[in-house]
């Protein structure tokens, strides 16, 4: 089986660096020796550069490996450090094809003997150092040391002054698309039925408190002020603070301890079928939008806008989105494929007038500077599941296709996610569950495809795990044989701790699925109501079913507040930095919807 492994590990803990043979354009090339087998070896020290294409180096990595002949050049493995990549081949010491070439034309019809073991070829694009210069001489070049490898600088600020932020906002919103109303098919800008405002307008100074005009005070008089004196102050009611709201009593019931929650609509009317929801700031308006992939295409809410308008941003069925630092990553498309968007510039382009027709910019672009591109080796994906290990700050991104598991790994100096793995596993189908867990001193996460009920009380989940730092356990058992009930959920709380649902009963889990001994909290609440999804907000947890939602504390067993409207059917949309919730009227399914976003009540203060 083939598959790309690229690992995250120190490549110094294997090899010992000997010398530097030759450098070129795209790196450098050292002569190592492998600290367990005492062979020796050429490790070539790519650096890597965000516009660089990774996925032509994956492929060539995957071409070499997969070759595998006494005469052609061995494949050791890759790391991934810092700002560059180290690929670990056999180490050829009969210098260079290029300098030797022209005694290969006397070799040819001569019963001469060539020199024995590998040659390089330097005159081809594919070789095993491709675009490296590595001299004859290179047995008399010095030591590297160990240390005497540089870290990698970090990236060069990009400053820009207040006035240039504030003149990018005013373009923004200047640039009213007016054209995308004319457009019938497909949607492409969308205006809520009541305009609700998200937030309230900031209005200039001068316009907010009308007594800042001295003619506006009850006391102004028109005479000439004497210049000696100092001007007249409002009166003191004018300037009085409002007090703040007063703690409630220490006797007060333990139900009320946790503020009020409560959804708040920011979109009434919604034409769309919306599957997946996400968050995203503007880098240069700090404006906060409201990311929603639909069946229609990837739409964008700006949260601070006075009118709450959808708009389009890329067409094409969407099931899945997540942002990472400015890159909207998602499964769009017929055959859904995950994809890469650079936000900044695809909400640039979608609010420029004369996009009238929805293009692929994929297609009008060279894949170099595309604002959206496809990931390879990711078409048919079926679900993708995000996890951060903290421990080594690092974000894992993993894809499940029909037959196999893709993992891609967050670099930021490329700003992108490149593959790590990718193995061939057959996945059970329905794909109810497909979740990684992140696990203490292991390299890469596990992927959980199913759960059901546990052997015992102590043991109350069963988890069935894809361990993706192990390349044997892959023979053990197929994902066919993992079965999972109708209505399950996963999500990982803390380094220890998992939220789960089977069907109508949430348990707090470790990572092994048996029960955490708590003094506070319980581990496990079954509702009488036919719960769809669960979500842990501030320490409490939040049920949504069909009709409605209900908030339980600590104490699981206590109901903090519930909302329950037989007229309507309530669904989650997602719960990825921002809760949001869609309503529907239950005698109008395929009609309009409300779109709604959870906030605490905790900053509001009653008015006399």
Not at 69 to 75: D, K
Not at 326 to 352: F, N, P, T
Not at 557 to 565: A, F, K, N
Request: aromatic share 8%; with cysteine; hydrophobic share 35%.
């Amino acid at each position: 089986m083939d598959f790309l492994d690229i690992s995250t590990r120190n490549p110094q803990d294997d090899f010992e660096i000997l010398l530097r043979i030759g450098g070129g354009t795209y790196g450098e090339v050292y002569k190592a020796r492998n600290k367990q087998s005492g062979d020796l070896a050429a490790i070539k020290l790519i650096k890597m550069e965000p516009e660089d294409d990774f996925s032509v180096i994956q492929q060539e990595i995957v071409m070499v490996k997969s070759c595998k002949h006494s005469n052609i050049v061995a494949y050791y493995g890759s790391y991934i450090r810092a700002n560059k990549l180290w690929i670990c081949m056999e180490y050829c010491g009969g210098g260079s094809l290029q300098d030797i070439y022209h005694v290969q034309c006397q070799w040819v019809g001569s019963p001469d003997t060539p020199p024995k073991g590998p040659v390089r070829d330097d005159s081809t694009d594919s070789d095993d150092y491709d675009d490296v210069e590595i001299p004859a001489s290179h047995f008399t070049s010095s030591t590297l040391p160990v240390g005497d490898i540089p870290p990698p600088l970090p990236p060069k600020p990009k400053i820009r002054s207040s006035s240039e932020e504030s003149m990018a906002g005013d373009d923004d919103r200047s640039k009213a698309p007016s054209l995308y109303a004319l457009a019938p098919a497909p949607l492409l800008r969308t205006s809520s039925g009541t305009h609700t405002h998200s937030r309230p307008v900031p209005r200039p100074r001068s316009v907010r408190n009308v007594n800042s005009d001295p003619s506006t005070f009850s006391g102004f008089r028109s005479d000439p002020v004497d210049p000696q004196q100092p001007p007249q102050l409002p009166p003191k009611k004018d300037r009085r603070r409002r007090q703040p709201a007063k703690e409630p009593p220490e006797s007060a019931s333990p139900l009320q301890k946790k503020p009020p929650i409560f959804f708040k609509k920011v979109f009434h009317g919604c034409p769309l079928r919306i599957n997946c929801s996400t968050t995203w700031d503007h880098p240069t308006t700090k404006e906060h939008h409201l990311i929603l992939g639909a069946d229609e295409g990837i739409f964008t809410l700006n949260l601070n806008s006075s009118e709450a308008t959808i708009e389009l941003l890329f067409p094409g069925k969407c099931t899945w989105v997540y942002t990472i630092s400015g890159v909207l990553m998602s499964i769009s498309g017929k055959s859904s494929q995950l994809h890469s968007h650079s936000l900044k510039e695809l909400y640039e382009q979608a609010r420029k007038e004369h996009r009238v027709v929805a293009l692929p910019t994929h297609r009008l672009l060279p894949r170099k500077f595309a604002i959206s591109t496809k990931i390879p080796e990711t078409k048919g994906c079926r679900a993708c599941s995000v996890a951060h290990n903290s421990q080594r700050s690092c974000v894992f991104l993993c894809c499940a296709l029909d037959a196999s598991v893709v993992l891609l790994q967050w670099y930021e100096p490329m700003h992108k996610f490149m593959l790590i793995k990718h193995f061939d596993f057959p996945l059970p189908t329905p794909l109810r569950l497909f979740e990684m867990v992140v696990v203490p001193e292991q390299e890469y996460p596990l992927v959980c495809i199913a759960v059901s009920r546990g052997p015992s009380a102590s043991q109350p989940v069963h988890m069935e795990n894809i361990n993706l730092n192990s390349n044997t356990s892959w023979f053990t058992s197929t994902g066919l044989e993992a079965q999972s009930a109708d209505r399950v959920q996963l999500n990982q709380l803390d380094n220890n701790t998992l939220l789960v649902l089977i069907e109508n009963t949430a348990h707090l889990v470790n990572l092994e699925g048996a029960v955490k001994s708590h003094r506070k909290v319980h581990t496990e609440i079954s509702f009488t109501l036919e719960v769809d999804a669960v979500v842990y907000f501030e320490e409490t947890l939040l049920a949504i079913w069909k009709h409605g939602w209900q908030r339980r504390g600590e104490v699981l067993s206590e109901i903090l507040q519930e909302i329950t409207d037989h007229r309507k059917t309530f669904r989650l949309i997602g719960s990825d930095r921002m809760v949001v919730l869609e309503t529907r009227q239950c005698e109008d399914q395929s009609g309009m919807c409300n779109l709604y976003i959870l906030e605490i009540a905790e900053n509001f203060v009653l008015m006399p």
